[in-house]
Structures are given as C-alpha cells and as structure tokens.
C-alpha cells in the first residue's frame, strides 16, 4: 500500500545547548519533560555540532546542507545561497512548506524564508514596529556612543555606570521578548494544522526563541543582590569588552533563569505534539528537534553566542524521531553536523534512509573531500556586522576567528588569526574552562594539513553584504541590532 509522504518538522530550540540537557548528560539541566518523551521515541545524536556559533550561518547551513564556508552566508547580508534550500526543493516535490519563526532573522528579508511559502511570524514583530519602539530606537544611538573608547575606559573602571543603561536596555528587551516569545506561534501552527488541507503532505520549519538572553526573572529566581542582578543583564557586547563586568556577573545564577527558559521551550514542543494528535498527523511526521547554537555564560571569555567555539557555543540537541513503524537506533555516539539535516529530510521523503547512519558520500561534492568522521563549527565573532567588537581586546579568543573541529575523542580549534592550533581531549565534552593545550611545531602542522587545510579549501561560497548595507526594513535592523547583533 502507498501511502502519503511522510510530514517533516524541523524544530530549532534557538540558543538551547547540549551541555544544559539531560539527555546530553547535563547536571542540574533543565527540565525538558516534552524532549524526554521525545527522546523514547526517536534517536539522541549525542555528538551534535551546530556549523556556526550564530543563528545566519547555521541556519543556511541546516537549510542547505553546506558549511558555512561553501554557502558563504556568515553575516546577516541578503542574498541567495549557492546551494538550493530542502524547502524550495520539497515544495517542487508536491509539499506545502511552511515557516513559523519567533526569530526575525528567518523573516527579515535575508532568504532563508524563500523557500517557503507560507511565513508566519509574531504579529508584533517585523512588520509591525510600532510608536512605542521609539524610545528603544534612541537608546540604540545611545548604545553606539557607549563604544566608544573613552566611554569603555570610565565604564570598565566604574562598572556600577553601566547600570542606569542595562536597566533601560533591559527593560525595552524583555518588554520585546515577551511579546514575541507567548504562545502565538504555537497556537498558529496548530490552527494551521487543523485546518489545512491534509491530504497533502507538508514541511514546516518552526523556531522558537524563548531560550535567547535577555532572562527573565521570576519568583523563584536565587535572590540576588542589586548589581550582580544588573550585571547579569548586561548586554552582551559590554560583558565582552567589559572583563570587569564579566568576573562580577552571577553565571549561576544566570544559567538557572536560562534553563526556567528552556522549560518554556520544551513547553512549545509539548504544543506542537498536541496540535499534531488533534490534526492526526502524528503517526505519519518525521520530526528533527535541535538547536542553531548553544549558548555560553562567560566559558573562556564567551558571552551568550556569535563568540567562541566553547562547547557550549558548538555542541547542540538533536532528536530525530521518526514516523511510526521506521525503525531506528536510540543513541547515536558519531560527531554529527547539522549540514546532514537536508539529507535526512530527503531520506524520509523517499522512502531509503537509515536514521543515524553516517552520511554517503558520491565524491562529486566539495565536502566529500572533508576527512571523515570530522564535523566543524565556525566560532567566528560573525554576528558583529556594526564592526564595533572589531580591534577591540584582540588578544581574547572570543574575538578571533576560530574553527573548531572534531573527531574521535579530539577537538582542535584553528584560530585563524594567529594560526595557533589548541587541543582538547573530548570526555564526553572538552573542557570549557580550559582554553585547549597549545600544539606546535609538527603536531601543529600536521593537524592543520589534516583536519583544517580540507575545510578552509572549501571557500567558494559568496560574501554576503554586511547589514548596513542592506535594504532591510529600517525598523527590523534596529531591532536585530537590539538583540546584541550590532
Ligand atoms: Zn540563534
């Protein structure tokens, strides 16, 4: 008997790391009962590296299937990507595709959306900045003259002095956050799903930010006194050229107001099942649940994400969980990139895949000539498109463009400024705390020669223009910027 195609839903958790998981060993992780339940039904790749440390690039990445070197996407630039994106290609194939995305950078104009054809996002997002923007539009301006070197001189003696800004900042963030991270797009999926025609299958891509900064505090929040609660809101930008700032931030206590925001992630994932049993869809959907990012709380100098190749920053979530009666493996244990995304995608939809099997190589792609087994993450500080981090601190790592790779029990960061190669042994995770033993000489070369001459040979894809050279909506640059994007 033939029946439909199956439906396929990538979900990605934005911001959500491996590392604050159960599921990936986490201690006092968050609490995900929805991915737990996930996990029993489907496949937890253990060993799963984001392609970039920020939404763009990733993003390409897991819509293409190429790394950023080859898509050439890493800043918010608008363009096409060489490679044709899964959605564009299931849509040829006879599906309905669909996009609903808390984070505007999947709606702003960029082409990531192109290939879907209908795009749903929060209906007090993009298009609709109103009056009340306003004040946060000239705090903005304010922003950029905290910048300058005189201001970062007094800021970084008097820390206390960032308070009055953070405070402002703050509050127009979660103001922000909150609006757009309810459960709108969760309610819209599901009234779609019920009332679509069904007997067409459908691919929809869904992103959901409630685990982006800022956090939010809540009654039960570790009380905390009056400046580390200020300096845990910092912007990220200042926590970044701000050492002072950072070494009196309460990390810990940050970390547990980012894992009560993936609880309301996990919550969405709950949302989406239900409106899947209630439309009857469940049986017959291959869903991919992940992450663009992980999300890093001061690991070796790096804040949040778009800085550094920690495994905070590097290692995300993966669940596949595929449609009734597939079989399927429970763990896997291999380095896994998400550029196989595309390629699951396809699997499910005709009908010859093997979930967790490592990827096939035809030798006619530019990345079949990556060595096997070896999965990168660029930790670039890409998302820095306002150059305002650029010559600042230039002796910490989290501004220098890394490439991290792994493979085997290994992980190598190639810092592509210095050419120094560091090392970690990988148990379980590497070390964030450590910056990885420095190799030289031939250790140095070897690895380079073997593990990163390959990937940087890769650079064919175009140069996407920077942000202030865009054509987007005034009104949604601002407010990427205002996410710490400048
Ligand atoms: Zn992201």
Request: hydrophobic share 40%; glycine share 10%.
């Amino acid at each position: 008997m033939s029946r439909k195609p199956p439906n396929i839903i990538v979900v990605v958790l934005d911001c959500v790391r491996a590392k604050s998981l159960r599921l990936w060993g986490g201690d006092s992780p968050a609490q995900t009962p929805q991915l737990d339940a996930l996990a029993r039904r489907g496949t937890t790749f253990r060993r799963a590296v984001a392609p970039a440390n920020w939404t763009v690039p990733s993003h390409w990445s897991m819509m293409t299937g190429a790394y950023p070197a080859v898509h050439g996407m890493r800043l918010a630039g608008q363009g096409s990507s060489p490679r044709e994106s899964i959605a564009a290609e299931l849509g040829r194939a006879g599906y309905e595709t669909a996009l609903f995305s808390e984070q505007e950078f999947l709606l702003a104009g960029l082409g990531l959306e192109s290939g879907y054809s209908l795009k749903v996002g929060p209906a007090t997002g993009a298009g609709a900045i109103t009056e009340d923007h306003a004040p946060h539009r000239s705090s903005l301006r304010g922003t950029d003259r905290l910048y300058s070197d005189w201001a970062l001189r007094i800021l970084g003696s008097v820390p206390p002095l960032m308070v009055p800004f953070t405070a402002f900042d703050y509050r127009v963030q979660t103001a922000y956050k909150r609006r757009i991270c309810g459960d709108e797009i969760p309610q819209r999926l599901g009234a779609w799903l019920r009332t679509r025609d069904s007997s067409r299958p459908f691919h929809a891509f869904l992103n959901f930010v409630d685990a982006h900064e800022p956090y939010l505090s809540s009654s039960d929040s570790e009380p905390l006194r009056f400046l580390p609660r200020w300096y845990a809101r910092t912007p990220r930008n200042f926590l970044l050229l701000l050492p002072g700032l950072r070494a009196r931030t309460p990390w810990t206590a940050l970390v547990k107001e980012y894992h009560r925001a993936i609880s309301s992630a996990d919550r969405k994932v709950g949302l989406l099942m239900e409106a899947l049993t209630e439309s009857h869809e469940i049986e017959n959907t291959a869903l991919i649940i992940t992450s663009d990012h992980g999300q890093a709380f001061g690991e070796d100098g790096t804040v949040f994400h778009g800085n550094g190749a920690t495994d905070a920053v590097t290692r995300v979530p993966l669940l596949v969980v595929p449609p009734e009666g597939h079989s399927h493996p429970e763990t896997i244990d291999r380095w896994t990139s998400l550029c196989e995304v595309p390629a699951w995608v396809r699997g499910f939809v005709y009908g010859n895949f093997e979930v967790g099997a490592p990827p096939q190589r035809a030798g006619s792609d530019a990345q079949d000539h990556l060595p096997q087994g070896t999965v990168y993450c660029e930790g670039s500080p890409a998302s820095d498109f306002g150059k305002l981090l650029r010559g600042r601190r230039p002796g910490e790592r989290w501004n220098h463009r890394l490439l991290a790779a792994y493979h085997g029990n290994e992980k190598w960061t190639l810092d592509q400024d210095t050419g120094e190669v560091a090392h970690w042994e990988v148990n379980g995770w590497a070390d964030d705390s450590v910056p990885g033993t420095p190799l030289e000489g031939a250790a140095a070369r070897s690895v380079r020669g073997a593990i990163f001459a390959p990937y940087e040979k890769l650079q064919v894809g175009p140069k996407a223009s920077t942000l202030d050279a865009l054509a987007m909506e005034a009104a949604v640059a601002e407010r990427l910027r205002s996410w710490g994007y400048d």
